[in-house]
């Protein structure tokens, strides 16, 4: 799970983020940006790069692994168990952060963006 930005808790900033990742045939991102904002920079920067951390597991075409790219949605709120960057542990009980990536979406966007237009793929 990637850590809630401190500015942004702070702040008391939530929202969405929605970062397309190219991965490779071996699992790594090879490339990602985000694709729809939180409007909060912070958020939308934390997001890419917890995606670029992250190994996955690659699309198949005709049997074979293959580059292909991915939607991962990552939704950033606040609660009671949010972690704060840098700190790696809860940092108060009325705070939480959520990370939202959904195994079958991530696969149907692989799947769709193999065959279609990422504008398409939404």
Known sequence: MPNYPADAFRAHQQGTVDVIVTVSASGEPVEAHVYQSSGTAS??????????AWTFRAAERNGNATEAQAIVTIDWSIGPKTVLA????????????????KQQTVVKQIECLQTSPPELCK
């Open 86 to 101: 840098g700190l790696g542990s809860p940092m108060n009980p009325s705070s939480n952060m959520s990370t939202v990536v």
């Open 43 to 52: 958020l939308d920067s934390a997001a890419v790069a917890a995606v670029k």
